[in-house]
């Protein structure tokens, strides 16, 4: 693992990503809602390979970010740089064609489809052939599904799932939900992955094969993970940075060994002493 | 790319009932009240299969499904009667009545679902059976004429001064008169053939996986980059086109047609059919569709007590299939084509 | 343009006023009735998430009841017509009930549609029903709401409005505006402050929740469809002694207008359905007058569809965040 160095911003990211432009930017980032702040001066700059984490305690606003970078709120306040461009008006669709993808904590897969169609549904945006090429059966349909059915047997492979290809996606085991979420999410070939809560109700091993399989996918397609997590042995393992939020607020930055030795943090999970 | 077997199935069946009652009607085994229901039956069929395209496949309840086949029924048939000198042979004017109503559904789809798509749920209902009504409306107090300088519309009272040679196609109240029935059993079976192809090839492409994608989960939808309002946008104008040829279909095999005749009721039987037919079973809503046109007929023997007795079966068929019992049944009976390792994984999945 | 230009003129010249006066007072009459219905819909809306397709149906039956009970009883004065609304109100209650039981109750765990097309049947039935026990020929309803005076000479007179000036209002549209009043301010002191409201709005906002806290959900439920069905009655009553037309689909069109007037306000608000019923009655009665009679149902419609444009869950309805 890379050492973290700091950038202009007051930031921090691997030092092998610091002379590339930052995928990710967030200055200022924050949303009322009627009056509560329930995200404020959200700052992060997180590099073209890094795995980074956001932590916090229940209600500090970690996926309220999320939902902020991926446009499911609009955000009141600050700047989202994506890729050095900034997604101000754009909506949930556009953030994720210009390259956000993300997982759910409470699990939305597309129940009634297959495996397959589920990660084939991801790859819409990058599919060209049009509604009467589909109706009537043209050389593009036939084309383009082959490419796309290959394409989601490959990324299903990455998590041990090409098996599973035909069962009902609402059918599959809790576990292989959360897989599929993230395989569902890459087929959007994003820059930035963001995953919420993907090791919750996981087992130790399933965890750890998990921990295996993100770096594998951050290796293998040179994207950015941006994870959240309550599982600390997960994040202090995987995570370059992490981000501590607490009542909408950051209230530490840092490698896995700062954060552990931050007394604020420690205050905001265990109480003042 | 994989080829559902249902999908053949359906098929295979609707050509053998084609054939079976081509057969029964050639050997004069079809009584006269059956022979003049098979061209409505494949109205309502069509009428089916495209709203169980929005309702089924797409996921939002539309209220005023008739209200496209009453744009194919005035349209095509107006067009068809324009085209009475043009084009003599009646199968090309049927074919074409049948593509313009289509057209025409298509624009009235796209240009009412662009304030619909917009809503959700029962909103979305209660605004697809606005239009519906503005539409039966509309058509009600509508004067078309066609002439030797070209059509003429207005509203309210007849002020289209419709030249002495042309004809004053759509009456107001009184709808259309004097229609020549070109209406084919054959050509409803092919137009059922049609939908079914449109549908089916649709829900196998990426645009149906979008749109069933769509209503299962919007926001994951919108979340891995599909456009929303496009693909629904599909979907609805796409049953709306069917539906419009369908109603032109149904239209042109009576000598008059009027608004009244699709109005919310129609709408509403229509959708008794998808739903008792199963969501997103083409089949099914073709069954339904078939049976029930033809049981009130069949009932006619006990004459006023027919539609009570058709409501009381109604009920008791949706109380049936929705039992637990009979629920459990056949939710077993669908898991066997699925994993048999889920079991562990559903409670889990209670707890989170 | 051109019925805006009528419209402006006959607001401006003399007579105008007071038609206008009174196009706005049948408006409000209209929308008390649709008020009326509109708030059954939406406390059943409310509380099981269904659309109730029977509803107008229950208020044809209301006034069927009320049309015969009015006629076998041979009372004088106000008696009459009182005891004749009461038994409409009772036998609608017991039906309203009896349906939830046997039709929908079995469904509560089903999906919306199936409910959806089951609440069709029950329309279907209580329309085919009406039919076979009281045939298609319309019935001609009494009006209720007259006043018998005998003058000096021993002449009786029967007096059917008061005149203000060269105004005149029915006592039709007096009764049905006060009895929406009454309605509504007492639904509001029911579901605010007793027992049974309070249990009524909890199970709305959360069955299982409402069940953990003691509630007794399913006869919460049966009181809604009570209360609704009573109140359907009464709007029976109202509306047929302004239309005098009975016939066994009576009850359809007001149902749909009623079922708008709730969506419009915003569907599971009781002020809501109040707000909406009104606004759809003066809406359609103006359309009625200075628009057209054939198109006053479209522009009706019309004007419904902008508002749910602009405000997607109707005028006071509460906007629902997803969480995600």
């Known amino acids: ?273 | 790319m994989k080829k559902s077997p249902f999908h053949f199935l359906t098929y295979v069946l609707v050509i053998g009932a084609y054939a079976a009652l081509q057969v029964l009607q050639a050997r004069g085994g079809l009584s006269s009240s059956l022979r003049g229901m098979l061209v409505p039956i494949c109205a309502y069929v069509v009428m089916a299969v495209s709203l169980n395209l929005t309702v089924g496949v797409l996921g939002e309840l539309s209220l005023g499904h008739a209200g496209f086949m009453s744009v194919g029924a005035f349209l095509g048939t107006s067009t068809a009667i324009a085209l009475q000198d043009a084009v003599p042979v009646p199968a090309v004017r049927l074919t074409i009545a049948l593509i313009v109503a289509a057209l025409f559904a298509a624009i009235a789809g796209f240009l009412i679902g662009i304030p619909v798509l917009r809503l959700n749920g029962d909103y979305l209902a209660i605004v697809t059976l606005a239009f519906g009504e503005i539409i039966k409306a509309i058509f009600n107090n509508l004067y078309l004429g066609v002439d030797g300088k070209g059509v003429h519309i207005s509203l309210l009272e007849d002020t289209t001064r419709t030249a002495e040679t042309g004809r004053l196609i759509i009456q107001g109240p009184m709808g259309i008169g004097g229609i020549q029935k070109i209406s084919t059993f054959t050509a409803g079976f092919i137009l059922i053939m049609i939908s079914l192809i449109v549908i089916f090839n649709l829900v196998n492409s990426r645009a149906g996986r979008a749109i069933m994608a769509i209503r299962d989960n919007h926001i994951a939808a919108q979340s891995v980059g599909v456009n929303i309002i496009k693909y629904k946008m599909m979907a609805f104008v796409t049953s709306a086109a069917l539906a419009g040829s369908a109603g032109a279909l149904f239209a042109m095999n009576y000598s008059t047609v009027v608004a009244n005749k699709f109005d919310f009721n129609t709408s509403i039987l229509i959708l008794v059919f998808v739903v008792l037919g199963g969501l997103g079973n083409m089949l099914g809503s073709i069954i339904a569709a078939a049976v029930l046109t033809i049981l009130p007929e069949a009932l006619r023997p006990i004459a006023e007590y027919r539609m009570l007795l058709y409501a009381v079966l109604l009920i008791v068929m949706m109380l049936t299939a929705n039992h637990p019992f009979v629920r459990a049944f056949f939710n077993r009976f669908r898991q066997t084509g699925r994993l048999r390792l889920e079991a562990d994984g559903d409670e889990e999945r209670e707890a989170v | 343009m051109n019925f805006i230009i009528q419209f402006v003129n006959s607001l401006t010249s003399g007579g105008g006023a007071y038609q206008f006066l009174n196009h706005i007072l049948n408006g409000i009459s209209l929308g008390s009735v649709y008020a009326i219905i509109a708030l059954g819909y939406t406390m059943v809306y409310g509380i099981a998430k269904m659309l109730n397709f029977a509803h107008g149906d229950v208020i044809m039956v209301g006034a069927y009841v009320c049309f015969y009970t009015f006629g076998a009883l041979r009372l004088p004065g106000p008696l009459a017509p009182l005891l004749a609304v009461c038994a409409a109100a009772a036998v609608c209650t017991l039906l309203g009930v009896t349906i939830e039981k046997l039709a929908y109750k079995p469904l509560r765990s089903a999906p919306s549609l199936a409910v959806l097309i089951t609440a069709i049947g029950v329309s279907y039935f209580l329309q085919n029903a009406a039919l076979l026990l009281w045939s298609s020929s319309p019935k001609v309803f009494p009006n209720f709401f007259v006043l018998r005076t005998v003058d000096a000479s021993g002449e009786t007179a029967v007096l059917r409005s008061i005149q203000f000036g060269s105004l005149s209002i029915s006592f039709v549209t007096i009764v049905t505006i006060v009895s929406c009043i009454v309605i509504m301010l007492a639904l509001t002191w029911f579901t605010g402050r007793t027992k049974m409201g309070k249990a009524m709005r909890a199970c709305s906002e959360d069955k299982a929740a409402a069940q953990l806290m003691g509630i007794d959900v399913n006869a919460t439920i049966s009181l809604t469809f009570a209360i609704g069905s009573g109140l359907a009655a009464i709007a029976g009553a109202l509306l047929c002694s302004a239309y005098p037309n009975l016939v066994p689909t009576t009850g359809s069109m007001p149902g749909i207008k009623a079922f708008t007037a709730a969506v419009f306000g915003g569907i599971g608000s009781i002020p809501g359905a109040f707000l909406g019923g009104l606004l759809l009655g003066v809406l359609e009665i103006f359309a009625k007058a200075y628009i057209s009679v054939q198109l006053s149902d479209a522009v009706v419609f019309a004007v419904l569809i902008i508002v749910l444009l602009v405000k997607p869950t109707g005028l006071l309805g509460r906007t629902i965040r997803e969480k995600v």
């Open chain 1, 1 to 273: 693992m890379s050492k973290l160095v700091p950038v202009p911003s007051g930031s921090m990211v691997p030092d092998r990503d610091l002379n590339k432009k930052p995928v990710l930017e967030c200055v200022d980032l924050g949303i009322s809602f009627g009056g509560l702040h329930a995200v404020r001066d959200f700052n992060i700059i997180i590099g073209p390979t890094e795995i980074s984490g956001l932590i916090g305690p229940n209600g500090a606003g970690k996926t309220t970010v999320f939902n902020l970078l991926t446009k499911v709120y609009q955000p009141t306040q600050g700047t989202i740089l994506l890729n050095g461009k900034d997604t101000h008006g754009m909506n949930t669709m556009q953030v994720n064609r210009a390259g956000i993808a993300r997982t759910f904590q409470n699990i939305r897969l597309f129940d009634n489809l297959s495996v397959e169609d589920n990660v084939k549904v991801a790859m819409d945006a990058h599919m060209k052939y049009s509604m009467w090429s589909g109706i009537f059966r043209l050389p593009g349909y036939w084309r383009e599904e082959r490419a796309a059915h290959e394409k989601a047997l490959e990324l299903l492979s990455l998590f041990s799932m090409e098996k599973l290809a035909n069962i009902q996606a609402g059918a599959l085991p809790y576990g292989a939900q959360r897989r599929l979420e993230i395989v569902r999410a890459l087929a959007t070939n994003p820059s930035l992955l963001l995953l919420d809560e993907p090791a919750a109700g996981m087992n130790p091993s399933e965890t750890a094969e998990l921990m295996e399989n993100i770096r594998k996918v951050r290796d293998a397609l040179q994207i950015a993970v941006l994870l959240i997590e309550h599982d600390m042995n997960l994040v202090m393992n995987i995570c370059e940075g992490i981000c501590v939020l607490n009542f909408g607020r950051i209230i530490a930055k840092g490698t896995p060994a700062d954060i552990q030795s931050n007394p604020a943090v420690i205050e905001a999970y265990l109480g003042k002493k």
